[in-house]
């Protein structure tokens, strides 16, 4: 049982950051109707630092 709740709540989380992103695009879209990329450049360079920073940070 807590397998299942550790997968339902790891799970819960990554739709959460999918939806989000999602979300970020939307807004992007719906202000200048333009597909802007920009978005998914941030998002890949925040995960870099967080990459980068893993060890000092603690996770």
Not at 31 to 54: P, W
Request: proline residues 2%; hydrophobic residues 65%; without cysteine.
């Amino acid at each position: 049982m807590a397998v299942f709740l550790e997968l339902l709540v790891n799970g819960i989380s990554v739709g959460a950051v999918y939806a989000l992103i999602a979300l970020g695009f939307v807004v992007i879209y719906k202000a200048t109707e333009v597909v802007n990329f920009t978005h998914a450049s941030l998002l890949l360079a925040g995960g870099y630092v967080i990459a980068r920073l893993h060890p000092l940070i603690g996770f």
